[in-house]
């Protein structure tokens, strides 16, 4: 195996494991539903911030972030995937809360093909027949999926671009992933700690208030960090375009989860949709394993 063919099996692993953690989140953001969304959204941000600065430190690797806050070429783009990820975490624990779990899946069944148009027009990616197919027929599934779903599209649109947005950024930002997550979230921080602390002034917080909301509450950090870090491992290491259709991974598990677990109905069209995207995914691998054994030497 070359040193290419090892960093994309990585990667891949990588976005399987980040992808599979944001599949299972509705389960647990639902234990939180009578937490105000903004202060899950600050809580994430204060305790991911103690667990990724636990983590720089154990690694030995604190002068690499300190470097990092103080470069204004790597804060500035970092600034804005921190915005990103911000918008997107807000609007689905919204939605999640607010039992709009399949349109969040939704937005995460839109954001794949996003990226992909991201990679071909930003990072001039190629994209091979059998992949155009495949895209094709995963966004008839989409389009189909949206069409049930209006009033409630601005969510997943939402949710689609912010985080589409989001990687783009950290794809094109040379920092280490816990790096740049660090920097992320040190920056989100001032502005968490005034939301708590006026929230705190005009009615309170929901931390404290019982030993399983505030254990809840502290085990959003490394809800949040986890998946994030092998979201951007992934995101160094794979292209846009696998990327993208690889995402189809965590809207299917939140929508299973909506579907049979949380109580939300699921009509014939999101039946037909969940199918068409099911047979673009497929397409799409195949077509990814034939092109990798037709580069693979003969000799091996």
């Not at 915005?83 to 999640?96: C, E, F, G, P, R």
């Not at 190629?126 to 495949?134: E, M, S």
Request: glycine share 8%; charged share 10%.
């Amino acid at each position: 195996m070359t040193q290419a063919e090892a960093e994309a099996r990585r990667g891949l692993l990588a976005a399987i494991g980040a992808y599979g953690l944001w599949g299972l989140l509705p389960l647990f953001f639902r234990l939180l539903h009578h937490v105000d969304p903004t202060e899950i959204v600050t809580q994430r941000v204060l305790w991911s911030l103690v667990l990724i600065l636990a983590i720089l430190a154990a690694r030995g690797t604190l002068p690499a972030f300190r470097a990092a806050l103080g470069n204004r070429r790597l804060v500035l783009p970092l600034a804005g995937s921190a915005v990103m990820i911000a918008i997107n975490w807000l609007t689905y624990v919204w939605a999640v809360n607010d039992n709009h779990v399949l349109a969040a899946s939704l937005g995460y069944f839109l954001n794949p093909l996003v990226n992909v148009l991201l990679g071909v027009l930003v990072l001039k990616e190629r994209l091979r027949r059998a992949q155009l197919l495949a895209i094709a027929v995963a966004a008839a599934g989409v389009a189909i999926l949206a069409a049930s779903a209006l009033t409630t599209l601005w969510i997943s649109l939402t949710l689609a671009f912010s985080f589409a947005f989001y990687g783009l950024l950290r794809k094109l930002t040379p920092v280490a992933p816990m790096t740049g997550l660090g920097v992320e979230t040190a920056l989100l921080t001032p502005l968490a700690i005034a939301y708590l602390l006026w929230k705190a002034g005009h009615g309170g917080i929901g931390f404290g208030q019982d030993m399983s909301t505030t254990s809840l509450l502290i085990l959003s950090g490394g809800v949040t960090t986890v998946p994030l870090v092998l979201f951007a491992m992934a995101a160094q290491r794979l292209p846009m375009s696998t990327l993208g259709l690889m995402q189809y991974i965590a809207p299917t598990l939140q929508f299973l989860c909506g579907i049979l677990l949380l109580g939300e109905r699921l009509s014939t069209g999101q039946m037909l949709s969940f199918g068409l995207i099911w047979i673009g995914l497929i397409l799409f691998a195949s077509d990814g394993i034939a092109a990798a054994r037709r580069r693979r030497p003969a000799a091996a």
